[in-house]
């Protein structure tokens, strides 16, 4: 698997490198990738500051240390989200400068907590509004795997500066799939938890009326597993924290969706790597309930509407409270503004009551199946320019995000999490992932069947990760 945070933690906590020298190494690969656009912001001294700060407590409060699951480990933060103190989010935008920074977010009081050392911003489109990281300002994200392809959105700098090894895990947020997206071009673990999960205060700026959600992207299950467990719960937000269920080792029901209709088609090497996933799991005991793609047609539409419609209300609301100059924006960027200014209040109330039918619906489905296998993305990573923003055709741009990944929006409009993970290579060896959904709370039912269909070894990262010892 080449390795991963948990690996580099333990090489830190071990002594067989310093953090100091973890940080070293990351500086020196971000600097030699610099073409491939992952990071839009870097600040050296603040990460150099932040892993002798985690030497010195090595030495001196050696259990305290050893108590943060990822202490030392080299990361970033994603422009979009959070904050994290001292790094200036631009949200891929002309919009805002790069100067001051606010305070830690919870979410990002918790980064630091576990142990992780910060040093810069990874790229994002402007406002998070596609499924390539190209914002006009710049740089252009590019996927380590093929640099001719998008590393995807709108967490895509994220997901290339891991798949690449600058660092071996980085902060990711997710509204239409932004974290299951890039994580899916570039053969890496990308969970959106469950609505509730993770905190998202004490500003809650990146709330979007509960469809958002933060973690991370990974390099394996193992790092997904531990930084879920380690960042979530307690976020004192309007919804109640899930109820996690226990892990049941027994059989289960998994519904497998091997169609995505005629409208937006998902080639055969991916729906085969689907099928493949269900014979393995099938294999292990558990049984496969059929599903047809006429169960999630109406929910994919209405979820397709909400993402829309919220966003733009959204983005019309910053853009007013914050007093930005609408017109150095993207153009569209500046037409999703234009989209909120003029959506009716009755026509937002009834896509929010869609909605929550929509999430109403899968809680039906869940009735008869414990988890659902299916699609991620319909196709290879596009190439570059495939989300092209120089136009203000918001629905064109919205057909084109479905058309790519029919099913991303699904799990934020219903509040349900989502995992995806590669389960193998095309034949240009891009990466052939898969996306499992449960039930509100059950993310360790995921993690479980993730981390069996990653014991299957189909996928091998191909850049190892900086610093990390061989």
């Not at 479905?402 to 989502?418: E, H, M, Q, Y």
Request: glycine share 10%; with cysteine.
């Amino acid at each position: 698997m080449r390795g991963d945070a948990t690996d580099l933690a333990a090489a830190i906590r071990h002594g067989k490198l310093s953090a100091a020298e973890a940080m070293q190494a990351s500086l020196e690969s971000a600097a030699r990738q610099q073409p491939l656009g992952a990071i839009a912001y870097l600040d050296a001294a603040m990460g150099l500051v932040s892993a002798d700060d985690r030497d010195s407590e090595r030495r001196s409060a050696a259990d305290r240390f050893a108590a943060r699951p990822f202490a030392g480990v080299p990361t970033l933060a994603k422009d979009l989200g959070g904050p994290f103190a001292g790094l200036p989010v631009t949200a891929g935008s002309r919009l805002f400068e790069r100067k001051g920074g606010e305070a830690d977010s919870d979410l990002a009081a918790r980064f630091r907590d576990a142990g992780f050392c910060l040093f810069g911003l990874t790229t994002s489109p402007e406002f998070g509004l596609s499924l390539a990281s190209e914002p006009a300002i710049g740089p252009v994200c590019r996927n380590p795997l093929d640099p001719a392809r998008t590393a995807g959105g709108s967490s895509g700098g994220a997901a290339a500066a891991v798949a690449a090894g600058i660092v071996a895990i980085a902060h990711a947020t997710d509204a239409g799939g932004s974290i299951r997206v890039p994580a899916a071009c570039c053969g890496l673990v990308g969970l959106k938890p469950t609505r509730g999960a993770i905190p998202g205060g004490p500003s809650f700026g990146n709330h979007l009326a509960g469809i958002a959600s933060e973690l991370a992207v990974c390099r394996s299950v193992r790092d997904t597993a531990l930084i879920f467990d380690r960042l979530s719960g307690k976020s004192q937000g309007p919804f109640p924290d899930p109820s996690r269920v226990d892990i049941d080792n027994g059989r289960l029901r998994i519904g497998l969706l091997v169609d995505t209709g005629s409208v937006y088609p998902t080639e055969g090497d991916r729906l085969a790597a689907v099928e493949a996933a269900a014979h393995t799991l099938e294999g292990d005991g558990h049984e496969i309930v059929p599903l047809s793609w006429a169960e999630f047609e109406l929910s994919v539409a209405a979820s397709g509407r909400a993402f829309a419609d919220i966003v733009s209300v959204n983005l019309a609301a910053l853009i007013e409270v914050a007093a930005l100059d609408e017109s150095r924006a993207e153009p569209l960027t500046q037409a999703f503004a234009a989209r909120g200014r003029t959506l009716p209040a009755t026509s937002l109330w009834n896509t929010l009551n869609e909605a929550v039918l929509v999430s109403h619906k899968l809680w039906a489905l869940f009735d008869r199946v414990d988890c659902i296998l299916m699609p991620m993305l319909s196709s290879a990573p596009l190439a570059i320019g495939s989300f092209p923003s120089d136009h203000a055709d918001t629905d064109l741009h919205l057909e084109r995000m479905t058309a790519f990944a029919p099913l991303a929006c699904l799990a934020n409009i219903s509040g349900f999490p989502a995992l995806t993970l590669p389960f193998g290579q095309d034949e240009h060896a891009m990466p052939l992932p898969v996306q499992l959904m449960a039930p509100m709370g059950h993310e360790p039912h995921l993690l479980s069947l993730a981390a069996r269909l990653e014991a299957e070894g189909r996928w091998q990262h191909r850049f190892p990760i900086a610093g990390l010892p061989s």
